[in-house]
């Protein structure tokens, strides 16, 4: 287990590096670096006082300290982005910008001294690859550049490349490509379906499902998630030497956008209505795929992890801290 370990965590107060944070901090120190542009200290709650926990408010891209603190940690966690279909939409440029040279800067601090690299990538590097079950080989199917959504995926796939040429010249890197993440802590604001359909449920405004609904996702509870991704540090020095060092997150469980807001529906007791939206409603630049499904053998194969819990206990979880908060 990993006890009286440094590390820094880049995005530590967003959703799930907070999450990941609050899992790591009684057992060893964390240094998080967060510009709040998405992420919220609350989300650190009950763990932002505790003396294991340092959080400096800065923006990774031009922070003077982040050399020293990636200097000083054992690990480094890089979590800081910007993400969602509607930010993609409306900020392509920022978002893409952001997080291009977020990554090179961590990436190429973090092989200058020698640090072992946890890079989050996302499923999204896939585009619009519509294979039913996608393997870390699969090829990326990034559709040509109209449709603005898609820079999100550029953006992190760009990230890969760049940590992959850095790991051929000697850096320990790991990537996940995380598959829809839920929990409690994660905001409706900028697009994510599971938090929108929850805070609409439970004011009983209609559902907003893009098209008829029948495109399907997966969705993993952040706890699981970040288990995972510990799973994976334990194991560093043994899976930063393979080849692929690119890993899926998820679950493989998948349900339809229209199942899901019906479920939402029943599990709050919502009078909500769902409300399909066309897509020629939609902003232009927005694009969809039909479905997207890990396989999840090579983590499994690796660390031995898998999600063992069901999207119907999460969702009721995810309902209750959100009533009790
Ligand atoms: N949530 C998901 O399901 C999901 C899926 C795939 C990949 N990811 C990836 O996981 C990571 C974390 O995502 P999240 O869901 O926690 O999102 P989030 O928006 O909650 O967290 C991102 C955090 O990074 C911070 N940040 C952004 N740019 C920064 C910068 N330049 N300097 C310092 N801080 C900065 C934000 O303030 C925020 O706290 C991201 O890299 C994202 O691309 C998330």
Excluded at 73 to 85: P, R
Aim: net charge neutral; glycine share 6%.
């Amino acid at each position: 287990m990993l006890q009286n370990k440094s590390f820094l965590v880049t995005g530590g107060a967003g959703f799930i590096g907070s999450t990941l944070s609050k899992m790591l901090c009684p057992q060893n120190k964390v240094v998080i670096i967060d510009n709040l542009s998405t992420g919220n200290l609350k989300n650190l709650y009950p763990y932002s006082e505790h003396s294991n926990i340092k959080v400096i408010i800065d923006d990774v891209r031009y922070c003077h300290t982040l050399e020293q603190y990636i200097e000083q940690s054992d690990y480094v966690l890089h979590f800081a982005a910007t993400l969602g279909v509607e930010l993609a939409v409306l900020q392509p440029v920022e978002l893409f910008m952001n997080n291009i040279l977020s990554s090179e800067r961590v990436i190429q601090l973090a092989a200058k001294h020698d640090k072992r690299l946890f890079l989050s990538s996302s499923s999204e590097i896939y585009g619009k690859q519509e294979k039913a079950c996608l393997t870390e080989s699969d090829i990326s199917c990034i559709p040509q550049p109209e449709r603005t959504r898609w820079i999100y995926s550029l953006s992190k796939i760009s990230d890969e490349y760049i940590a992959y040429h850095y790991k051929r010249n000697g850096l320990k890197v790991i990537i996940g490509r995380y598959f829809n993440f839920i929990g409690t802590n994660q905001s409706a604001a900028y697009g994510m379906v599971v938090p929108k359909f929850i805070g609409q449920a439970l004011s009983d405004n209609p559902l907003s499902v893009y098209g008829n609904g029948s495109q399907s996702r997966c969705f993993c509870h952040v706890n699981e998630g970040c288990l995972a991704i510990i799973k994976l540090i334990n194991n560093f020095d043994k899976i930063a030497v393979l080849p692929g060092i690119s890993f899926n997150i998820g679950c493989e469980q998948s349900i339809t956008i229209d199942a899901l807001a019906r479920l939402i529906i029943e599990l709050t007791g919502s009078k909500s209505l769902i409300s399909y939206i066309h897509y020629n409603d939609l902003p232009s630049g927005f694009d969809e795929i039909a479905c997207r499904t890990p396989d999840l053998s090579y983590i499994k194969e690796h660390t031995g992890w898998q999600a063992v819990g069901t999207l119907k206990d999460s969702l009721k979880n995810i309902i209750d801290e959100i009533r009790n908060n």
